[in-house]
């Protein structure tokens, strides 16, 4: 189906703490795969996204892994700060066309 | 680079009555999305454009949405009449062409049905 699937509904960490997110999906067509940070009342702005041709993407304190084995890619916050709080939301492209479908989100609150 | 503009940023109606969104994508998307963020859920697809073509219209309620984008540039959403589970978010989002996947969203429409 083209359901993706987002664990946990939310998180909170210590600041200082890594966060992880993960997202499992079921079409094995889909190849791009980002993650958008939302601010309360803002737009939902690109952190970092992954297509299927790679395992790993990194940039500065954000990850993403891809298992297409098992159909599920995560996101990893390293050394997490007071403004990291906000919903993550993944998504994924079902049929490997672009159109993209949003996991429910995590709501992730960092404290000092 | 100007990003992707909407308004009005906020709308109140009450039930029954219509409304539309206006939204101008970043210059050279070819690709538009509109996207229904209802409170607490993640962004849902209502209909995708490329150019002045609908790629994708399998999500929007079609007896009392419509949407249009004539020129291939603006586009406009329209909901007549509008039900109270209509109130939400409403967020356009534009990328390159259909083959680039990066989609880039503008700060929406907060509409609320009384």
């Known amino acids: 189906g083209e359901n993706v699937e987002q664990h946990p509904s939310t998180l909170s960490v210590q600041e200082g703490d890594s966060a992880v997110i993960k997202c499992t999906y079921s079409?094995?067509?889909?190849?791009?795969f980002p993650w958008y940070k939302q601010e309360l009342g803002k737009r939902p702005q690109l952190i970092i996204d992954i297509r299927s041709n790679v395992g790993e993407k990194k940039d500065q304190r954000i990850a993403v892994t891809l298992n297409k084995t098992a159909k599920h890619f995560s996101l990893h916050i390293t050394e997490t700060q007071p403004e990291d709080s906000a919903v993550y939301f993944c998504?994924?492209?079902?049929?490997?066309?672009?159109?993209?479908?949003f996991g429910a989100g995590t709501r992730l609150a960092v404290h000092p | 680079e100007a990003g992707v503009a909407q308004s009005p940023r906020y709308k109140i109606i009450e039930k029954r009555q219509s409304v539309a969104f206006w939204c101008n994508p970043i210059?050279?998307?070819?690709?538009l999305y509109w996207y229904q963020q209802i409170l607490g859920q993640g962004p849902k697809l209502l209909i995708q454009f490329q150019n002045n073509g609908v790629v994708d219209d399998s999500q929007l309620p079609k007896d009392r949405f419509s949407a249009e984008r004539l020129k291939g540039v603006d586009s406009t959403l329209k909901i007549q009449p509008a039900k109270l589970e209509d109130s939400a978010v409403y967020l356009c989002?534009?990328?390159?062409?259909?083959?680039?996947?990066?989609?880039?969203f503008g700060p929406g429409t907060r509409l609320t049905v009384l």
């Open positions: 998504a994924q492209n079902p049929g490997g066309y672009n159109k993209l479908i």
């Open positions: 210059s050279g998307h070819a690709t």
């Open positions: 079409d094995s067509a889909s190849n791009y």
């Open positions: 989002a534009s990328s390159l062409d259909f083959r680039t996947d990066t989609q880039y």
